[in-house]
């Protein structure tokens, strides 16, 4: 499908190698124009060789001086002919189309200088085009006068274009010297800046001091009768402008070294036929109008023009770099959101134009933040610039596939005929993610979620990329192979989180949320050692909403911190209520998220929240969740170091529900491992189970650390994990959570030291 953006380049890998190859296009280019420009001075020698004469569309300045009149008879008398003025027009013609293209040559090189400041080729073209123009313009202007009303001075006319000749080349000079003066300097930082007055200035200077010269040798009766020689130097004054021309090379060589651009590549090879043309005059041409005086005439032009072209070259580089930039991700090489955008909705229209079915991918990187997080950013870019190329492996070329943005990707598959073909495209890139990447760190493993909606369920190019969103989502949260197609429920649970989101917003405001506590028993003990706990929201229209149906949402909205500050004060005072029904201690388990271990103030806030409620570190655990704790724990070491300080427990919450090793475990700033009630529940049943419970535990002991074991539902699993000695459990079939109210009632048996038979006596089974 042809669409009118350009097509993003391919995946790079960012080597040294797709370096390399830029750089040696670049220099094949230059050696290209180098050659065309050797060739183009070379040409008028070989055309001569097989018998072509320049001259024969001139006259010479004897036969236009015995025209009465001189040149302006010449030119408005038609009985004299063409023929005998064509020599001064021809002169004349070349010229001033010498003088029109330089002119316009450096108009070109300003405006490419005025729009990129860095670009001082620009300006050295610029000013040394613009002097050599108005340069030429006067040695045109005074020769074509003192022809008129000066007919005597027969070699006025060659001394100006030597004299003209001799200043351009300086012009040159000074330029290119000045243009290197300030790169050397733009080295070292604190030095004066690229000064493109001072240039002006030092080429106002050269060209009046050559005017008046010019005028001066108008006046004069007897110029030098060296201009034209008899032996191997035909025009021995051309030596001066050769010999300055060649002193010049070595800097705009120089300069191509710096910056090896095309607008540098030919600045420095103009001099080459500048140099060629001075040749042709030096050895060649004996008078006015003579084959080497023609050919001279013309390379003159050709030389201003080359930078033109090197201007040209530039622009149309820029653009492209612009263009580039503004379609392609510059990591990934990929498309971008711009260039995705464009080619989705063309698409899009021509799908519905054609009846053609279109689908897009949605993907998300599984684990690329805690990669990151861990190993850098440097990491991270391998990682995308790998899946980026694997990617493209797996759609065919005429499929978009851009960079969202961070971990996110999207591909535009168009004209497929059956779902499986796009099945087939998701699990090929899902299983080249489970092969590692290859990275300065090692081995680094990710995995993709993708999420797919198709063109005949949603015609509307933002609602289609909406719905694989939702898909990815989806994928992410459920599936085993993380890919999921859009179905029209995930709108209806995506509008129903909305809607929670919204009324949670107001929750804390409107007084919902209420805690409930869950008792935690010690092993060989029949009453509770500690509660935990857990929070529960209260809707006005739904009723009571358990912690996982709005925790997500408030964590991806931002209002965790403000509900995890709410769950700590009021735990805090709800322990130092209960302190005053018993003598004895009791510690509270407090769930908190990862956002709230990030903040910096947390030890200083539960600090004042001990100080006020009359509490010690012994009283409070705070419990974290174990893909929380291990992404966390490095960002947060100050913060979980100060707790552990304050004598505060920290607790990993459903342990082996996650992806945290075992060797986390003992660089984990933690003191007390929950085990996750998807192992506790299986336990009795499942073999595999019991000893991943069995190993926990007796790691745990060796390690010093606490365990209590979660959703005992069964008094098998209580018995096994007795037996197993664990040294906590919690869990329905000990209690449910329960309010406050029944928790005082059962931690005030204690001050009276009753003692009851059994847990089941205790808690009214």
Same mark, same amino acid.
């Given at each position: 499908?042809?669409?009118?953006?350009?097509?993003?380049?391919?995946?790079?890998?960012?080597?040294?190698?797709?370096?390399? =190859?830029?750089?040696?296009? !670049?220099?094949?280019?230059?050696?290209?124009?180098?050659?065309?420009?050797?060739?183009?001075?070379?040409?008028?020698?070989?055309?001569?060789?097989?018998?072509?004469?320049?001259?024969?569309?001139?006259?010479?300045?004897?036969?236009?001086?015995?025209?009465?009149?001189?040149?302006?008879?010449?030119?408005?008398?038609?009985?004299?002919?063409?023929?005998?003025?064509?020599?001064?027009?021809?002169?004349?013609?070349?010229?001033?189309?010498?003088?029109?293209?330089?002119?316009?040559?450096?108009?070109?090189?300003?405006?490419?200088?005025?729009?990129?400041?860095?670009?001082?080729?620009?300006?050295?073209?610029?000013?040394?085009?613009?002097?050599?123009?108005?340069?030429?313009?006067?040695? %045109?202007?005074?020769?074509?006068?003192?022809?008129?009303?000066?007919?005597?001075?027969?070699?006025?006319?060659?001394?100006?274009?030597?004299?003209?000749?001799?200043?351009?080349?300086?012009?040159?000079?000074?330029?290119?010297?000045?243009?290197?003066?300030?790169?050397?300097?733009?080295?070292?930082?604190?030095?004066?800046?690229?000064?493109?007055?001072?240039?002006?200035?030092?080429?106002?200077?050269?060209?009046?001091?050559?005017?008046?010269?010019?005028?001066?040798?108008?006046?004069?009766?007897? !110029?030098?009768?060296? !201009?034209?020689?008899?032996?191997?130097?035909?025009?021995?004054?051309?030596?001066?402008?050769?010999?300055? @021309?060649?002193?010049?090379?070595?800097?705009?060589?120089?300069?191509?070294?710096?910056?090896?651009?095309?607008?540098?590549?030919?600045?420095?090879?103009?001099?080459?036929?500048?140099?060629?043309?001075?040749?042709?005059?030096?050895?060649?041409?004996?008078?006015?109008?003579?084959?080497?005086?023609?050919?001279?005439?013309?390379?003159?032009?050709?030389?201003?023009?080359?930078?033109?072209?090197?201007?040209?070259?530039?622009?149309? &580089?820029?653009?492209?770099?612009?263009?580039?930039?503004?379609?392609?991700?510059?990591?990934?090489?990929?498309?971008?959101? =711009?260039? +995705?955008?464009?080619?989705?909705?063309?698409?899009?229209?021509?799908?519905?134009?054609?009846?053609?079915?279109?689908?897009?991918?949605?993907?998300?990187?599984?684990?690329?933040?805690?990669?990151?997080?861990?190993?850098?950013?440097?990491?991270?870019?391998?990682?995308?610039?790998? +899946?980026?190329? &694997?990617?493209?492996?797996?759609?065919?070329?005429?499929?978009?596939?851009?960079?969202?943005?961070?971990?996110?990707?999207?591909?535009?598959?168009?004209?497929?005929?059956?779902?499986?073909?796009?099945?087939?495209?998701?699990?090929?890139?899902?299983?080249?993610?489970?092969?590692?990447?290859?990275?300065?760190?090692?081995?680094?493993?990710?995995?993709?979620?993708?999420?797919?909606?198709?063109? %005949?369920?949603?015609?509307?190019?933002?609602?289609?990329?909406?719905?694989?969103?939702?898909?990815?989502?989806?994928?992410?949260?459920?599936?085993?192979?993380?890919?999921?197609?859009?179905?029209?429920?995930?709108?209806?649970?995506?509008?129903?989180?909305?809607?929670?989101?919204?009324?949670?917003?107001?929750?804390?405001?409107?007084?919902?949320?209420?805690?409930?506590?869950?008792?935690?028993?010690?092993?060989?003990?029949?009453?509770?050692?500690?509660?935990?706990?857990?929070?529960?929201?209260?809707?006005?229209?739904?009723?009571?909403?358990?912690?996982?149906?709005?925790?997500?949402?408030?964590?991806?909205?931002?209002?965790?911190?403000?509900?995890?500050?709410?769950?700590?004060?009021?735990?805090?005072?709800?322990?130092?209520?209960?302190?005053?029904?018993?003598?004895?201690?009791?510690?509270?388990?407090?769930?908190?998220?990862?956002?709230?271990?990030?903040? =910096?103030?947390?030890?200083?806030? !539960?600090?004042?929240?001990?100080?006020?409620?009359?509490?010690?570190?012994?009283?409070?655990?705070?419990?974290?969740?174990?893909?929380?704790?291990?992404?966390?724990?490095?960002?947060?070491?100050?913060? @979980?170091?100060?707790?552990?300080?304050?004598?505060?427990?920290?607790?990993?919450?459903?342990?082996?529900?996650?992806?945290?090793?075992?060797?986390?475990?003992?660089?984990?700033?933690?003191?007390?491992?929950?085990?996750?009630?998807?192992?506790?529940?299986?336990?009795?049943?499942?073999?595999?189970?019991?000893?991943?419970?069995?190993?926990?535990?007796?790691?745990?002991?060796?390690?010093?650390?606490?365990?209590?074991?979660?959703?005992?539902?069964?008094?098998?699993?209580?018995?096994?994990? &007795?037996?197993?000695?664990?040294?906590?459990?919690?869990?329905?079939?000990?209690? %449910?959570?329960?309010?406050?109210? #029944?928790?005082?009632?059962?931690?005030?048996?204690?001050?009276?030291?009753? #003692?009851?038979?059994?847990?089941?006596?205790?808690?009214?089974?």
């Amino acid at each position: 499908m042809q669409i009118s953006a350009p097509s993003p380049t391919c995946v790079s890998d960012g080597s040294n190698t797709t370096k390399n =190859n830029r750089k040696h296009t !670049l220099a094949s280019e230059h050696a290209t124009l180098l050659w065309v420009v050797v060739g183009v001075c070379l040409l008028p020698k070989l055309l001569n060789f097989f018998g072509a004469d320049f001259s024969a569309i001139g006259i010479s300045l004897h036969e236009l001086h015995s025209a009465p009149g001189g040149l302006a008879s010449l030119v408005g008398n038609p009985n004299l002919g063409f023929e005998v003025g064509k020599g001064p027009i021809i002169h004349a013609l070349l010229e001033w189309t010498a003088v029109m293209v330089a002119f316009f040559t450096a108009i070109v090189a300003f405006s490419h200088f005025f729009t990129d400041k860095q670009n001082n080729a620009a300006s050295v073209i610029g000013i040394a085009l613009l002097t050599c123009g108005a340069m030429e313009g006067f040695h %045109a202007l005074t020769s074509l006068r003192i022809v008129e009303h000066t007919r005597d001075h027969v070699d006025f006319m060659p001394f100006t274009w030597s004299l003209a000749r001799t200043f351009n080349a300086a012009i040159f000079m000074v330029c290119a010297l000045i243009c290197l003066r300030y790169i050397d300097r733009k080295v070292h930082p604190g030095q004066s800046r690229f000064d493109v007055k001072l240039m002006l200035t030092i080429s106002g200077c050269i060209v009046l001091f050559a005017f008046i010269l010019m005028r001066a040798a108008a006046v004069v009766d007897d !110029l030098p009768q060296t !201009l034209y020689a008899e032996g191997l130097f035909k025009r021995p004054f051309e030596i001066a402008p050769i010999l300055i @021309f060649i002193a010049t090379t070595p800097l705009l060589l120089r300069l191509y070294r710096r910056m090896p651009t095309m607008l540098n590549a030919t600045l420095a090879i103009s001099i080459i036929p500048h140099i060629t043309l001075e040749l042709y005059m030096l050895f060649g041409s004996a008078k006015l109008f003579d084959n080497s005086f023609i050919v001279a005439h013309t390379l003159k032009i050709f030389a201003y023009g080359l930078p033109f072209y090197g201007l040209v070259h530039s622009y149309i &580089r820029a653009y492209q770099r612009v263009n580039h930039a503004y379609y392609n991700d510059s990591l990934t090489a990929a498309a971008n959101r =711009n260039y +995705f955008y464009l080619y989705a909705e063309t698409a899009l229209s021509r799908a519905a134009r054609e009846n053609k079915n279109m689908a897009i991918f949605y993907m998300d990187l599984n684990g690329f933040k805690e990669i990151n997080d861990t190993h850098g950013h440097e990491a991270g870019d391998d990682i995308l610039k790998a +899946f980026a190329k &694997r990617v493209q492996s797996c759609i065919r070329s005429e499929d978009c596939f851009a960079r969202m943005g961070g971990d996110e990707f999207v591909v535009t598959i168009y004209g497929f005929e059956h779902i499986e073909f796009l099945r087939g495209i998701a699990k090929k890139i899902s299983l080249l993610m489970k092969e590692p990447v290859p990275s300065d760190s090692g081995p680094l493993y990710v995995s993709v979620s993708i999420g797919i909606s198709i063109f %005949a369920d949603e015609r509307d190019l933002n609602q289609l990329l909406h719905n694989a969103d939702l898909a990815m989502y989806e994928a992410k949260r459920k599936t085993s192979d993380h890919i999921c197609f859009f179905s029209d429920d995930m709108s209806d649970a995506h509008c129903d989180t909305l809607q929670l989101q919204s009324d949670l917003a107001n929750a804390l405001d409107n007084d919902e949320f209420y805690l409930v506590y869950q008792p935690v028993y010690e092993s060989g003990r029949e009453e509770p050692t500690a509660f935990e706990a857990l929070i529960r929201w209260k809707h006005p229209q739904r009723g009571d909403i358990l912690p996982d149906q709005f925790i997500s949402i408030a964590e991806r909205s931002g209002l965790i911190a403000d509900i995890d500050s709410w769950v700590m004060e009021t735990a805090c005072a709800q322990i130092a209520e209960w302190r005053e029904l018993s003598d004895q201690r009791l510690r509270l388990f407090i769930n908190c998220s990862a956002a709230q271990f990030a903040d =910096n103030a947390l030890p200083t806030r !539960l600090a004042g929240l001990m100080e006020k409620h009359q509490l010690e570190g012994k009283d409070l655990t705070l419990e974290i969740g174990e893909d929380q704790l291990v992404e966390c724990a490095a960002s947060c070491s100050n913060q @979980f170091l100060a707790l552990r300080r304050m004598g505060i427990g920290i607790a990993m919450d459903n342990y082996g529900a996650g992806s945290a090793a075992v060797s986390h475990l003992h660089s984990l700033p933690i003191d007390t491992i929950k085990i996750d009630k998807s192992l506790v529940n299986g336990s009795t049943e499942c073999g595999q189970a019991k000893a991943i419970v069995r190993s926990t535990i007796e790691l745990a002991s060796d390690l010093g650390l606490n365990v209590v074991a979660e959703g005992v539902q069964s008094i098998a699993e209580f018995n096994l994990l &007795r037996q197993l000695g664990c040294s906590g459990v919690q869990g329905l079939f000990l209690a %449910a959570p329960m309010r406050s109210e #029944k928790c005082a009632a059962i931690w005030a048996k204690r001050k009276k030291n009753e #003692k009851t038979a059994n847990i089941t006596e205790l808690l009214g089974f």
